[in-house]
């Protein structure tokens, strides 16, 4: 029974176990804790309430650590007070059930009413207080701790480091009796995360045996601390990876912009034939695939995708989703939702197809989305309104996304974050509602960051508006002080209201702080091959006929363009631009 529970075989199982002569208390516990193991919870208590069953505390235990292990709490807090005996795994399993619920108060009544505390009992609670951050309950009850094992200590340190008190994560490190390479991992992600590398550095270099793990560890902090390179390093240096190893490294050079690099780890790693890509990596690399539009890649990628058990991966689905739509390919991306990898919807591809029509100006077709996902009885979340919002500004569609954003206030299920309220600024700076949008970033954001201020000024470029837009260029300045766009704005807002002086003061200014802004860059790929472009660039070799039509597009946006005021600078640089 055990080895056909073992194998998934729970027919052949209870087929066995139904011709037993004799059938005693391990011969129940082994079948029920088999069909738990299948996820077959209800077959189990149907044989547990069985009246000829025969249990003890260990089938008891077993049926509780089912209900736990599904999440079911409130069945297994019944079970538990109905066990006619416990023993000590069954008051650690109903603690640990309470904790992963995060119902930690309960699993701490629980753990204090318990009358043989073991050291597992002491290392679930304090683990549980230290995942909600109420470090110092859980070293409180570590010092009360009659006899403590590296699990203890190591929980400990992890939890010290979490919470920023790196000090003392330190000294409790040192004052371990014994340390296995998890508590060196606990320390050198605890100095990671602390923006403390070196400190991470030279502890994984006195690490007395290191394995896989650790040395992702370590690459990951080298990551999160901006240093990239010398995490290539480290990744080179690996004598063994997995596919963590490589995930980690593709990450690392997407979060960093360089998704050329991720593309070639990923064609590196799936060179090595004894590592498979998982979700993550699919995730990853889809990304750089999106952030480079890369369509022939993310193609391939997907290619790939579908011959692993991730094709029906919602979130594997939803950054297809996102690759299709950035490499413009929006039909591509529909039709996936439609009809595509996987057989229901969820709240992340229906957010996911929303941000793609955000992405593409498609603020109708948004709206058409939003509202048959309501229909279908879906409830939005912040990220389906983040994506509705945008997609309602982009199209120009002001009236609809105000109406949109005050029925997100006055609905209170989704709590309001500062990228619904940078959608708001964009739509009020569209509409000429400067004031407003001053008004909300003033009162009502607690601390606004630049990417407000950076929308507020955008609309007041848009708008000549000088005296708002002059605030909003101050408090980029000092936000954003190395961010020339902001000097470039604000000259253009004085520019395009004839305060020629002020614009040149600011141009003055950028020059002597010695910024330069970016110059615009694009690319397309055609027939295999990149085609670059940069504002200025002469160096293609069909810059005449592609001069030509572009001098014939700005003709015909000329007579279609609405009578907004055009600042000399403007027209320098898009003759410039033209004429190279």
């Not at 206030?409 to 989704?414: A, N």
Request: charged residues 25%; hydrophobic residues 40%; glycine residues 8%.
């Amino acid at each position: 029974i055990t080895k056909l529970g073992k194998d998934g075989r729970i027919v052949e199982a209870r087929k066995v176990f139904d011709e037993m002569a004799v059938r005693d208390e391990i011969a129940w516990t082994t079948l029920i804790s088999a069909y738990i193991k299948c996820g077959l919870i209800e077959e189990a208590r149907k044989l547990f309430d069985r009246i000829d069953a025969k249990k003890n505390v260990v089938t008891w235990t077993a049926m509780l650590g089912g209900y736990v292990k599904l999440g079911r709490i409130r069945e297994a807090e019944t079970l538990f007070d109905e066990m006619p005996h416990r023993n000590a795994v069954s008051w650690n399993t109903m603690i640990d059930g309470y904790a992963q619920n995060d119902q930690v108060d309960s699993a701490l009544k629980l753990f204090e009413s318990m009358p043989g505390r073991t050291v597992v009992s002491w290392n679930t609670i304090i683990t549980a207080l230290v995942k909600c951050g109420r470090i110092v309950e859980a070293k409180t009850l570590f010092d009360q701790m009659p006899r403590r094992d590296v699990i203890s200590w190591t929980a400990m340190v992890a939890g010290l480091s979490k919470s920023g008190m790196i000090h003392e994560a330190r000294e409790l490190f040192d004052k371990m009796p014994v340390r296995n390479v998890v508590s060196w991992n606990a320390m050198i992600t605890g100095f990671a995360q602390n923006k403390r590398a070196e400190d991470a550095l030279d502890l994984f270099k006195r690490m007395p045996e290191r394995d896989v793990p650790s040395w992702n560890t370590m690459i990951t902090g080298l990551i999160h601390n901006g240093e990239i390179e010398r995490a290539r390093d480290l990744f080179n240096e690996m004598p063994q990876r997995n596919v963590v190893s490589w995930t980690t490294m593709i990450t690392g050079y997407v979060e960093d912009g360089q998704n050329e690099e991720a593309l070639k780890i990923f064609s590196k790693m799936m060179a090595d034939d004894e590592i498979k890509p998982n979700q993550a990596t699919f995730v990853s690399v889809l990304g750089a695939c999106s952030d480079s539009a890369g369509l022939g890649e993310g193609k391939q990628i997907h290619q790939v995708i579908c011959k692993t058990p991730y094709r029906d991966d919602r979130f594997v689905a939803s950054a297809l989703i996102n690759m299709y739509s950035k490499c413009g390919e929006l039909v591509t991306a529909r039709k996936m939702f439609d009809d595509g990898l996987w057989s229901q919807r969820d709240l992340i591809s229906w957010n996911c197809m929303i941000a793609a029509y955000a992405h593409h100006g498609c603020g109708k077709e948004a709206i058409t989305l939003f509202n048959e996902m309501i229909q279908l009885g879906f409830k939005p979340d912040d990220s389906t309104f983040v994506g509705l919002l945008s997609a309602c500004s982009h199209a120009g569609l002001v009236e609809e996304g105000l109406e949109y954003f005050s029925r997100l206030v006055r609905d209170g299920s989704v709590q309001l974050k500062e990228d619904h309220f940078a959608c708001l600024i964009d739509l009020c700076g569209r509409a000429g509602r400067l004031e407003e949008a001053f008004d909300c970033i003033e009162q009502v954001v607690d601390k606004p960051s630049a990417c407000l201020w950076g929308a507020l000024l955008a609309g007041c470029n848009y708008h000549g508006n000088t005296e708002i837009g002059k605030v909003a260029a101050e408090k980029l300045f000092e936000l954003e002080p190395d961010n020339a766009g902001t000097y470039s704005l604000l000259s253009n807002i004085y520019a395009s209201a004839g305060k020629w002086r002020d614009a040149a003061r600011v141009r003055l200014e950028m020059k002597e702080e010695g910024l330069k802004k970016q110059p615009g860059c694009s690319w397309i790929e055609v027939g295999n091959t990149f085609h670059v472009f940069v504002v200025g660039d002469k160096s293609h070799c069909q810059k005449e006929l592609i001069n030509s039509l572009l001098l014939d597009l700005h003709s015909k946006m000329k007579m279609k363009r609405s009578s907004s005021v055009q600042n000399d600078v403007d027209r320098t640089q898009g003759e410039d631009f033209f004429e190279g």
